[in-house]
């Protein structure tokens, strides 16, 4: 078996490195191999951790419960619990950092429980501090750097909020420093041939607590944009991801006026559009503004970016032609004025003076000004220069505005507490290097110096300054290649800027004083063939490289003329005016006086005051770098190795050779070598001392000047193994590790990790055992207290609670007497105001009823005095009627005479009878006639015949009729028998109204005995009788009546003129009449009609006359009189009115819904009518079709003023008796077969129209 499989087998389940058998570069190489098959990316050299970019998702790794256990892990180790480590992970580094800090640096000498002192100071020398501390993520570009810091910074935040216990006041924080990532990603990185989210700049994240480990805020540092990535980019890689984004939003490019991402100079030139890593810009792009949205940015402040944004890609697209003629000037070119005007609109700016300022510049020639134009190939890099210089400018503010959300300032500056995140860019190495590349080497080899100086040379100091046994590791130092770059004489940076500030210095010239001056540098190559094409290489740390020279000298400058940039000045925009405003020349400020975000460039302020020393890229690269290093010098470091396992992006692929280099670069096999020869424990001689005197009785340490000697024979006990060991165990015995477990040196004690934990286990079980006996004493006593406390609490709640039950039976015994005292009192109260009540109520009494009897007497007086003229007024009317009474008598007694004298005639006559034609009655005549319409007329009908047609009741004293709506009729209830007292035919809808009488009894409705008529209308009379006026009803309703056998005579009076009719005024309706003096009669006339709602005013006329109220005749009372009786009258109210009409007559009788019943008398001859059967949804009554006029019977009369039977009216009585309820068989039969003369009884209805 070949000795690679051996230490393959050795090395599988290894994770940390220093515990390998065989430490050298095959083993590291196949533990590391296996561990990435095996998805464990994460491996423990020491204190360095290997992260090697897996270029997949690992989710289980980064689980909440993955994090929370390393949570937790911490803190009970922070508790001093004795746990085994967690394995290796990017958590367990950050939580040892965060413990850190919470940590004081040294112990107090009466504090003898302390573990572990980190300084070698004693404890009287300085006071308790914090210790800052720091993570240095570093590794080749696409080792996976930035989202190992992500995954720290999120860590951090989490663990945070779990230690100080805020989780929801600090929630608000920890979300906007984890949210300025993907803003970061977005303005900061792009897609290169090695890493599809390569960050093109560095950064510095400052996270500040206070002492409770609770996160206070952060603040950003970020160093060396790439700024000529804007304008160029390599095949195959692409522009920053910002630009992208936006043209993948169809509603924000169309608002900007973008089109497709291939129309734009700066993005389509390296031919790369998408990233490889499956990334969407779309969903990139609704992160980012998420992100935005979170770091409180207003949308105004968004916009804005974004404008600039699309600004710069219209900027792009300008192009430049030269002025015709030797003038050297340039001017747009026709086909890109469009762009121009874009971007001017977008930068809101005059799209003139932005053309002035790209075509042309200001020089100062002697004291006057003077316009230089420019010519097309110079007009394109100030155009270049403009928009590298917006880009790095809306970069820097918005960290500066990133900053603002999530900055903090400590309580206490004392106390401030911070864990500072390194994410700086990876090494290197292109096909064409230039000045970027130069300088990110450059910062890599200065972050190698500093792991160097902290890993190798101080832990090598410390062992030779403490004069203790130790063989000298060899390892890889990059300090001649440091000095190579910033030596102050003949330095590759010094000399870039002293040749950059010549106004004659050139790209030529430099790289040629390289070459005379670095020949012999042994980092320093160059060939003939280089020399040709100003070429060099450098030998970095990890590898040789060789840089293009051509354009170090103008990317250096890197910034536009005085003036390309003062149309800023005129925005409308007054961000962009405060983001570029000018800002004076003068020294370099430092870090610490300058922006959180260090500005990658800025615009002089004018020609008279440019200085020669300004500023240059490398200068100002520098002075950030030294700051950072300066700060990183006073934190406690703690390194992150990224190791990249392919150079194809690919999740199978373990480059054997590949890692190899990065881990000689890197240093890993002397870290092991270091960690695992060395001593990681040490303690001050104080410290030793009272962490483990405990464990030997024998040794003495009472002088505070010799703990010395006091630690030297601690250190014998322990070698000699007498010290204190746990009786029930085996001895401990040190493990021969091939090296003195303890090192006793000048100041301190070096310990090996083993033996600390040996040491730390004993000292642990016995203060176990002993603990057990100190809680088994402190128990008992804590019992005994918590006994006498019982005790004493037990007899004052007894003491209370017998008080307690004393005082309520005393409360209750005295509320009972109480209560007795006040029913006692009340009923002495009571019986004293019954007597005094009823005095007061015979007082009362007494009073009313005087009063009433006063109020009486008065009262007849008044009634008295008013009636007296309506009492002289009935008398008056009373002989009138006993006058027209005996003219009635005489004349009845003439129809008499006349009836008999016709009987006899027409018996004389012989009853003779005639047959009539079926088809004068046909059913099937139907045509279409005009209708005759109404003559109105006067017309006496007779009563020529007694009732022949059958009934449905044949007894004569009972009989029905049928109404919809308004009965008409009021009756006189009297013993619980309703009795007819009047008939208002104006008022009625019925067409059998004239068969009521007065005097009838309503002995059914519908069939049911009336018990009670429900919601009558009541009637006043001038009798004190209360009249029931039926209401209306809503469907067909069928009314049965008793015949009274008492003949009441018809009294002929005014009241029963044909000229009358009625309208019954409700109580819930206005009159709607204006009634006005008679000239002549002195009674009220009819005015106007305002409406006609009361039922029967479909008869009232202007002009007609009010002759009665409620029966009352009021023609011969005065006209106040009558106007106040209508307005005292208790409604409703039947007036009599008399019609002014000559025509009107109630011989024909007009029914409340407009139609009226007629009368005529058939004596011989053809009666000239068809009739019609009725159907079921009509009328029960048979219906004229058709009318003769040739053979019509009335024609044969020739009577004037005659109401005429047209089509459309309907046969509703034969010799005044209904036929509503008799066959229509029998209706035919006693027309043809019958005796005449006959009264037949016609309904015709009024015309829809008229005046209202």
């Known amino acids: 078996m070949s000795k690679k499989k051996v230490a393959a087998k050795k ?30 990316i994460y491996t423990s050299t020491g204190a360095i951790l290997l992260a090697i970019n897996p270029f997949r998702p690992i989710d289980h790794l980064y689980s909440p419960d993955v994090q929370q256990e390393y949570i937790d892990h911490g803190y009970r180790r922070m508790m001093g619990e004795k746990l085994e480590k967690m394995p290796p992970h990017v958590y367990a580094v950050a939580d040892t950092a965060f413990r850190d800090m919470n940590r004081d640096m040294w112990v ?41 810091a992500k995954i720290i910074m999120h860590y951090l935040g989490s663990v945070s909020m779990a230690t100080a216990h805020d989780g929801h006041a600090k929630d608000h924080i920890r979300s906007r420093v984890l949210e300025s990532n993907p803003i970061l990603e977005a303005f900061g990185n792009a897609r290169t041939n090695r890493n599809n989210n390569s ?32 304008v160029s980019q390599a095949p195959g890689e692409r522009n920053y991801h910002i630009f992208y984004e936006l043209l993948s939003s169809p509603e924000d490019a169309r608002a900007y006026g973008l089109g497709s991402v291939e129309s734009y100079n700066y993005v389509n030139k390296s031919g790369c559009f998408v990233r490889l890593d499956g990334v969407d810009d779309k969903v990139s792009f609704a992160t980012t503004r998420h992100a935005m949205t979170t770091m409180g940015m207003s949308s105004e402040e968004q916009n804005s970016v974004l404008q600039l944004v699309a600004a710069i890609l219209h900027l792009g697209n300008v192009q430049f032609d030269a002025i015709p003629g030797d003038s050297g000037g340039s001017v747009i070119r026709p086909s890109t004025v469009a762009a121009l005007d874009q971007a001017a609109k977008l930068l809101g700016v005059d ?8 075509c042309s510049k200001d020089i100062i020639a002697g004291f006057d000004q003077v316009t230089v134009l420019l010519s097309p190939d110079k007009a394109e890099v100030t155009r270049d220069v403009v928009a590298k210089t917006m880009y790095a400018e809306l970069f820097d503010w918005l960290v500066a505005r990133i900053n603002e959300s999530i900055q903090y300032t400590p309580q206490d500056p004392a106390a401030d507490r911070f864990i500072g995140v390194v994410d700086i860019f990876g090494f290197e190495i292109f096909e064409t290097n230039s000045l970027e590349q130069l300088c990110i080497n450059f910062a890599n080899e200065k972050l190698q110096q500093l792991f160097s100086q902290f890993v190798f040379e101080k832990e090598q100091e410390e062992y030779i300054r403490e004069a203790i ?7 890889p130092n990059n300090d001649a290649c440091v000095a190579l770059f910033e030596a102050r004489r003949g330095g590759l940076l010094p000399v870039l800027d002293e040749e950059s500030r010549l106004p004659s210095g050139n790209d030529q010239h430099l790289v040629q004083t390289y070459y005379d001056m670095l020949a012999k540098h042994p980092h320093f190559n160059v060939s003939p063939l280089q020399k040709k094409i100003l070429h060099f290489q450098i030998v970095h740390y990890a590898g040789s490289v060789t840089y293009v020279g051509e354009g170090f000298c103008e990317k250096n400058k890197d910034h536009a003329h005085a003036d390309a940039l003062s149309f800023f000045a005129g925005s409308t925009f007054p961000l962009y005016q405060s983001m570029f405003k000018p800002l004076p020349e003068g020294p370099l400020s430092s870090p610490a006086n300058r922006p959180l975000s260090s500005p990658s460039n800025r615009p ?59 881990l000689r670069c890197s240093g890993v096999l002397e870290a092991a070598k270091i960690s695992r020869t060395g001593y990681p424990l040490r303690f001050s001689h104080a410290a030793f001392v009272h962490s483990y005197i405990c464990l030997c009785p024998g040794v003495r340490a009472d002088d505070p000047t010799s703990m010395r000697k006091s630690a030297q024979d601690i250190i014998h006990v322990f070698r000699a193994g007498t010290f204190m060991q746990p009786a029930n165990e085996p001895p401990i015995v040190f493990a021969d590790e091939g090296r003195e477990p303890f090192q006793l040196g000048l100041t301190k004690v070096f310990m090996v990790l083993s033996v600390y934990e040996q040491l730390n286990a004993v000292r642990e079980t016995l203060f176990g055992a002993s603990v057990l006996d100190i809680q088994r004493v402190i128990r008992g006593w804590l019992a005994r207290v918590h006994y006498r406390r019982c005790y004493a609490a037990i ?20 509320q009972s007497m109480i209560l007795v005292q006040k029913i006692v009192r009340g009923y002495l109260a009571r019986i004293k105001y019954i007597r005094w009540k009823q005095n007061r109520a015979a007082i009362r009494i007494q009073s009313t009823i005087r009063c009433f009897l006063a109020r009486r007497i008065v009262n007849h007086k008044r009634v008295h005095k008013a009636l007296r003229p309506v009492v002289s007024e009935l008398e008056s009317v009373l002989e009138y009627s006993k006058q027209m009474e005996l003219e009635q008598e005489e004349q009845q007694k003439k129809q008499q005479q006349q009836q008999q004298a016709a009987q006899q005639d027409m018996r004389g006559r012989g009853n003779s009878t005639r047959s009539v034609r079926l088809d004068e009655f046909s059913e099937d005549s139907d045509s279409d006639f005009d209708d005759d319409g109404i003559v109105m007329g006067d017309h006496n009908g007779g009563y020529a015949a007694a009732p022949l047609l059958p009934r449905r009741f044949s007894s004569a004293d009972t009989y029905e009729v049928e109404a919809i709506g308004q009965l008409g009729v009021c009756f006189e209830a009297h013993d619980g028998r309703y009795t007819v007292h009047k008939v208002h035919a104006t008022l009625s809808q019925c067409v059998d109204i004239s068969s009521v009488n007065v005097g009838d009894v309503l002995v059914a409705i519908n069939g049911q005995p009336v018990r009670s008529i429900q919601l009558p209308l009541m009637l006043q009379t001038s009798h004190d009788k209360t009249l029931l006026f039926y209401p209306p009803v809503e469907r067909r309703t069928t009314f049965r009546f008793h015949r009274s056998k008492q003949v009441i005579p018809k009294t002929t009076s005014a009241l029963s003129s044909n000229k009358a009719f009625d309208v019954l005024w409700d109580d819930s309706r206005t009159l709607g009449v204006s009634l006005r003096k008679h000239p002549q009669l002195n009674v009220p006339q009819v005015g106007q009609i305002v409406h006609y709602d009361n039922p029967g005013m479909v008869n009232l006329h202007e002009g007609d006359i009010l002759i009665a109220l409620n029966g009352l005749d009021i023609r011969r009372m005065e006209f106040s009189m009558i106007l106040d009786l209508m307005k005292d009258a208790v409604r409703p109210i039947v007036l009599t009115f008399e019609s002014s009409v000559p025509t009107y007559s109630t011989s024909s009788i007009s029914l409340l819904d407009g139609s009226f019943l007629f009368h005529v008398i058939w004596d011989d001859g053809n009666l000239g009518v068809a009739l019609k059967q009725p159907t079921g949804g009509e009328s029960v009554y048979p219906k004229v079709i058709h009318v003769n006029m040739k053979e019509h019977f009335m024609q044969r009369r020739a009577v004037r003023n005659e109401v005429k039977i047209s089509r459309g009216d309907r046969l509703v009585k034969i010799n005044h008796q209904s036929i509503r309820h008799t066959p229509y068989a029998s209706i035919l039969e006693q027309l043809r077969d019958g005796p005449k003369p006959v009264i037949l009884t016609f309904q015709k209805r009024k015309k829809t129209k008229q005046a209202a």
């Open 11 to 40: 090395s599988t389940t290894v994770e940390d490195l220093t515990l390998l058998v065989t430490l050298d570069e095959i083993t590291i190489l196949n533990a590391l191999q296996a561990r990435f098959k095996q998805s464990f």
């Open 108 to 148: 107090r000498p009466d504090n003898p429980n302390t573990n572990v002192v980190f300084q070698a100071a004693e404890p009287e020398s300085m006071p308790m501090v914090s210790s800052n501390q720091s993570i240095l993520v570093s590794g080749e570009s696409g080792a996976g750097k930035t989202e190992t």
């Open 604 to 662: 002089l302020s004018s020609p008279a005051h440019r200085s020669k020393q300004a500023s240059t890229v490398v200068s100002k690269f520098r002075t950030q770098l030294t700051s950072l290093l300066s700060l990183l010098h006073t934190t406690e470091p703690h390194f992150i190795r990224c190791v990249k396992p392919n150079d194809s992006a690919s999740s199978e692929i373990f480059d054997e050779t590949r890692v190899t280099e990065q």
């Open 469 to 475: 046994p130790w063989e000298f590791v060899e390892y």
């Open 351 to 358: 799209a003139a003076t932005l053309e002035k300022s790209l």
């Open 795 to 814: 007899l004052k709640i007894q003491s209370t609670f017998r008080m307690s039950v004393i005082r309520r039976a005393f409360l209750q015994l005295r």
């Open 199 to 230: 960050s093109r700049f560095g950064k510095f994240i400052r996270l500040g607590f206070d002492p409770a480990g609770s996160l206070l805020g952060a603040s950003i540092l970020t160093y060396l944009l790439e700024r000529v990535r804007l």
